[in-house]
Nanobody
């Protein structure tokens, strides 16, 4: 069992930035990881993923604004969120997956509002 703990969410004004972190309780080296978001009344959707080799994938809505990265030595996944928009408001979840496993974190709230 792998525990994932997200942090870094909060309230930010439109145009602002946040950096989300997700710390895993075990080595993440061989796993793909990703960030997903869920707004009220909507389904959870993909924001960005990164393979064990570092290949990144982004939803069209965040391309050019968000950057995913990972630090395997710290068992940590990051999401740098720039130029935030009100429509980015959601709970953001970290996922670790691959090799028949899939684990989710508890989520961190991001609210973009003036």
């Amino acid at each position: 069992q792998v525990q994932l703990v997200e942090s870094g969410g909060g309230l930010v004004q439109p145009g602002g930035s946040l950096r989300l972190s997700c710390v895993a309780s075990a080595s993440i080296n061989i796993y793909a990881m990703g960030w997903y978001c869920q707004a009220p009344g909507k389904q959870r959707e993909l924001v960005s993923t990164i393979t064990s080799g570092g290949q990144q994938n982004y939803a069209d809505s965040v391309k050019g604004r968000f950057t995913i990265s990972r630090d395997n030595a710290k068992n940590t996944l990051y999401l740098q969120m720039n130029s935030l928009k009100p429509e980015d408001t959601a709970v953001y979840y970290c996922k670790l997956y691959g090799w028949g496993a899939a684990y989710w974190g508890q989520g961190t709230q991001v609210t973009v509002s003036s």
